[in-house]
């Protein structure tokens, strides 16, 4: 078992670059884009469609109304649909299925804290409680073992790292 010192990760340049591209990302698909394909789509519905149809104009008779009419309905109706496809459809399973079979360490131990302490705890445990269930004694190896394993619980739990650091 391996004690490092209690300290925060410093970032690599290549690692920050990472980390930028990575928000980048997130911050255009899931805001920037999200807002301009909602602001282009209100923009091209109500001016190449309402617009150029007097039946749909005279419900929707600026631009101002239909924006009001799209926010008003539209909003809740988006929010409905997308609570049935996270609770009522099987998108949302068939969608962490995928993700879930893609993701190795949903089939391995995660390195880190789950391979240094939680697992070899898991182990001494189960192991001291077979011999508990055959009226035996842990060993002071093994009660050695534990009290190391605590000790990293609480190293831990102190906001140390545990076990070897990926650079």
Do not use: C
Not at 12 to 22: G, I, S, V
Not at 33 to 59: H, Q
Not at 68 to 87: E, T
């Amino acid at each position: 078992m391996v004690l490092l010192e209690n300290k925060k990760r410093k970032s690599t340049k290549q690692n920050l670059a990472y980390r930028t591209w990575f928000y980048f990302r997130q911050g255009w698909s899931i805001y920037f884009a999200f807002i301009i394909a909602a602001v282009n789509t209100m923009i091209t519905t109500y001016y190449l469609a309402i617009e150029k149809i007097p039946a749909l104009k005279s419900i929707f008779p600026s631009f101002e109304y239909y924006l009001a009419v799209f926010v008003i309905i539209g909003i809740p109706l988006l929010i409905s649909i997308g609570y049935f496809h996270f609770k009522r459809t099987a998108g949302f399973a068939a969608e962490t299925e995928v993700t879930v079979e893609s993701n190795p360490y949903m089939y391995r131990i995660r390195p880190g804290h789950d391979t240094a302490v939680l697992f070899p705890f898991f182990l001494l445990f189960t192991k001291v409680m077979i011999k508990y269930s055959q009226n035996e004694k842990p060993t002071k190896d093994d009660l050695i073992l534990m009290k190391e394993l605590q000790n990293q619980m609480k190293f831990l739990i102190d906001g140390g790292i545990v076990g070897k650091e990926k650079k």
